[in-house]
């Protein structure tokens, strides 16, 4: 039998039986049977009319079997036990007997052993006194429903925990009515309540009157009910509980003992082959297996109903293990030990599987599972790689003022002077691309090298003309012999600089890096300032010199102290990072502002498409200047209108990434996207095979993905190389290519991508689609692991034993993870106090505080933690 007894009947009139009522209404009035026994005869066998008297009661009123008086009378059936037992039926059923309200609310407030706190034993919220007869005035008059809560406690119980005196239990009732309001959905606002404690011999009880201020209101439901019995419990038995609760604590280390033990008995039986035959490791391929061919969210609420059957079987599999079967015994023994304080039937045990506390075990399970997957899949790729590049590309200076030599074959003549007016704008002359390529072909066919240049930066992007790679090359060729002569006829820093630009970037010739360091040193060391940026530029990527930090950082102070934004840019870059120095934000802050100030003023001069679009990058990151979107997006514009790449691929990215974007924005976008890729822009080809491969926001077209995938790779775009490579190795979309996909993979690892280096190690390792080669494997796992790859960790950890070892440690994290619900669902509450976690419940409560005539902080932080119907 609980040790509270609760019960919770309610008025609504219309009664049958007024006979009977009649005759039991006599009794209380008389009280027969009752006040007459005397001591001598307390102890004797019950009268004939005693027993007659309770046989009637019983059958009208079935529930009386559950009062702590029925297991006196069970136990022994004397006349003081019978009388007792008949009196407490008649109370808790007098409300039906009498068939008024206001006799009720009467009989409970006056009837011999109320404990009076005024002239009569009826009390509530508060300290002020109240008038009986106006309480029952109200209660007769009011229309709707009216709850009788009836709390019942042994003597031994109330006498050692303080509940045998009325003033006890109105400060217990008063902190606990919100959430009896709560359970009978009524706003506490209108919720009225009043009660009576009767200080019986045997076992005190307190009578509750309960209705909200508003007839429509209220409904106690079943659950609503046990909730009350389990949270007032919980109040009324806490400092026990507080016994349970540290038994619960030692119980529960020795659960994470136990967890520890299996996880180690399992792992050193996987290795040895011991646990081969046991069922979890195949149950978890098994399901593994099954999600890697489901779509959508790898969670047990979206999978389908085979696949959840296999999920609960592993969780039972998992609870027969012997020592998570002895926690789940000790678990449920505990969690008992709470329900008796108000439970007379406790729950039947249930499989793990079907435990709502431990739930989450099963998400545990599909975790792992998916993991398991991930490790036998050739890609490891999940989080999304790093595709954008975090900082403008470099790009080369042009000359902000004329040669310091002139001639035939390098001249700034007028011409010249208005063909670079029509090419880039300014001094009110508006673009005009024709005009500039025939003025500039004009000089060049005259032998200007400079002219030669330019022209074969317009056939190069496309500017005026169509994109003329060929003819490009010719002028870049012609110009760099120009340079040559010059060079040999007269030495200048200018020349030399030129031709060190065309040497790095291979225009006009074969890429040659050693001859860009030669002719760069030759012109920085005369003070040059564009070529000591150029040259510090091949120190930092450690082109036709080893790489050298420190020597960078040197070549692009001296440039930037000579007001050379470019230099300060890239001197800034590194302060932040702290690459070839320690990290200085002021100094980077400072040389990031300079920059910024410095590429507007040039602007002014040229209105260079690429030095429009470092500024719209910078405003657009905040980057030596305040953050301004609208302002980088006008930059933008004016950039792509000249045919900038980097320009038309932000505006797509600024379209694509904006939810508010329209349909017609998005095709415009798309249309930038395009001509940034077809312009040779590697993030735009990338992007746009993205786009073609998902089939989200425009058709889906595997074939024009391909292509500019391979474009972008064709430009050594380490991501498009491996996107690539997982299209020819998976041979679903596109025809299997081994070859290739491992020539992709590898130009992509060299690059340091992470993901490409653990494909082929995996490759390697497991002999898939090439020959095994245990070296290979390792080094290509190594580097990737260096990066912070765990997968690559995994594997180099268990070479040779991974997949054993994998479902091992899979088991092992789920008994960990079981045992860490173990504890917190055995977790103790505080040992003092009711803590409430319903906010909007504790908001109100402090709301009511001085009107429910409470000291501040007198129940005033609730919480009962194990709440069980």
Not at 325 to 334: Q, R, S, T
Not at 650 to 659: E, G, K, V
């Amino acid at each position: 039998m609980p040790r509270l007894i609760f019960k919770c009947p309610y008025i609504k009139g219309g009664e049958q039986n007024a006979a009977r009522r009649e005759n039991y209404v006599r009794y209380i009035s008389t009280r027969e049977g009752v006040e007459l026994i005397h001591p001598e005869n307390a102890d004797s066998p019950a009268t004939s009319k005693q027993e007659e008297l309770l046989s009637n009661l019983l059958r009208d009123f079935p529930d009386s079997r559950k009062l702590f008086e029925y297991e006196d009378y069970r136990e022994a059936p004397t006349r003081a036990n019978t009388s007792e037992l008949i009196t407490r039926i008649i109370e808790d059923h007098v409300h039906r007997l009498t068939g008024a309200k206001e006799k009720y609310l009467e009989y409970i407030a006056t009837r011999p052993r109320a404990e009076k706190l005024e002239s009569h034993g009826l009390f509530t919220a508060g300290t002020n006194p109240l008038a009986l007869s106006q309480v029952a005035e109200e209660i007769s008059n009011h229309t709707g429903n009216v709850w009788l809560p009836i709390f019942s406690l042994r003597r031994e119980d109330a006498a050692r925990l303080g509940y045998d005196n009325a003033e006890r239990w109105r400060e217990l009732l008063s902190a606990f009515a919100p959430r009896l309001a709560d359970a009978m959905k009524i706003p506490f606002s209108s919720f009225h309540w009043y009660a009576a404690f009767h200080n019986e011999g045997h076992h005190p009880h307190v009578h509750m009157v309960c209705c909200s201020a508003k007839p429509s209101e209220g409904f106690l439901t079943k659950e609503g009910i046990a909730r009350i019995r389990s949270q007032l419990a919980g109040e009324i038995f806490r400092q026990e509980l507080t016994a349970v609760y540290r038994e619960q604590t030692h119980r529960r280390d020795e659960l994470g003992t136990a967890a520890r033990d299996v996880l180690e008995e399992l792992i050193e039986q996987l290795q040895t082959g011991a646990g081969e035959d046991g069922r979890l490791g195949p149950m978890m391929e098994q399901l593994s297996e099954k999600l890697s061919h489901t779509t959508g969210k790898k969670q047990y609420g979206y999978l389908k109903a085979p696949l959840k059957k296999l999920v609960d079987e592993i969780v039972d599999e998992l609870a027969k293990e012997p020592q998570v079967e002895k926690a789940c015994g000790l678990w449920y023994e505990l969690r008992e030990e709470v329900l008796r304080t108000h439970r007379d039937n406790l729950p039947e045990r249930i499989p793990l599987s079907q435990q709502k506390e431990f739930k989450q075990i099963k998400n545990m399970v599909i975790r792992e599972a998916v993991r398991l997957g991930e490790l036998s899949s050739l890609f490891c790729d999940k989080d999304e790689e790093k595709e954008e590049q975090d900082s403008p590309p470099d790009l080369e200076p042009q000359q902000d003022a004329p040669p310091d030599v002139s001639g035939p074959r390098m001249e700034w003549s007028a011409k010249y002077r208005r063909a670079r007016r029509c090419l880039f704008g300014g001094d009110g002359q508006p673009l005009d691309f024709e005009q500039a390529f025939w003025l500039l072909q004009a000089e060049a066919e005259k032998g200007n090298a400079l002219a030669m240049c330019d022209l074969g930066r317009m056939l190069t992007d496309g500017l005026g003309r169509e994109h003329d790679a060929q003819a490009a090359n010719e002028w870049y060729t012609r110009a760099l012999a120009s340079f040559h002569a010059v060079e040999r006829e007269k030495p200048s820093r200018y020349t030399e600089y030129r031709i060190g630009k065309l040497y790095a970037a291979g225009l006009g010739c074969e890429q040659d890096y050693n001859e860009a360091v030669k002719w760069f040193t030759v012109s920085a060391n005369g003070g040059y300032k564009y070529a000591q940026y150029s040259l510090a530029g091949l120190f930092y990527r450690g082109q036709g010199v080893e790489q050298n930090f420190q020597r960078a950082l040197e070549l692009y102070t001296v440039s930037a102290e000579q007001d050379f934004p470019y230099a300060a840019y890239e001197l800034a870059k590194m302060y932040r990072d702290g690459v070839g120095c320690l990290r200085d934000e002021a100094r980077s802050d400072r040389w990031f502002h300079c920059a910024f100030q410095g590429f507007c003023g040039l602007e002014k001069q040229s209105h260079d498409d690429r030095l429009q679009y470092r500024i719209g990058w910078m405003l657009l990151h905040g980057v030596g200047t305040e953050q301004d979107g609208a302002a980088a997006k006008a930059w933008f514009e004016k950039a792509s209108h000249l045919g900038n790449p980097h320009a038309q691929y932000q505006l797509t990215r600024i379209a694509f990434s904006d939810p508010a974007s329209s349909e017609e924005q998005i095709q415009r976008a798309l249309g930038w996207l395009t001509k940034s890729a077809e312009g040779g822009n590697v993030y735009a080809q990338y992007d746009l095979g993205k786009l073609l491969l998902e089939g989200e926001r425009i058709p889906k077209d595997m074939q024009m993905a391909v292509q500019w995938f391979s474009a972008a790779a064709e430009q050594n775009n380490q991501f498009a190389q491996y996107r690539l490579a997982k299209l020819l190795l998976d041979g679903e979309e596109v025809p299997k290519d081994t070859e290739k996909a491992i020539r992709l993979l590898t130009a992509a690892a060299e690059q340091n991508n992470q993901f490409a280096q653990y494909t082929l190690g995996k490759l390697y390792l497991l002999g898939k689609e090439v020959e095994r080669d245990r070296e290979a494997a390792v080094y290509w796992l190594t580097q990737s692991a260096e990066q912070g790859n765990e997968y690559a960790k995994y594997f180099l950890e268990h070479l040779d034993d991974w997949r054993k070892t994998a479902i091992s440690q899979g088991v092992g994290r789920l008994l960990h993870q079981l045992g860490n619900l173990f504890r917190a669902s055995s977790s103790p509450g505080p040992a003092n106090t009711l803590r409430i976690t319903d906010r909007k419940l504790l908001r109100k409560l402090r709301e009511k505080k001085q009107a429910m005539g409470l000291k501040s902080g007198s129940h005033g932080n609730s919480d009962i933690r194990m709440e069980s119907p």
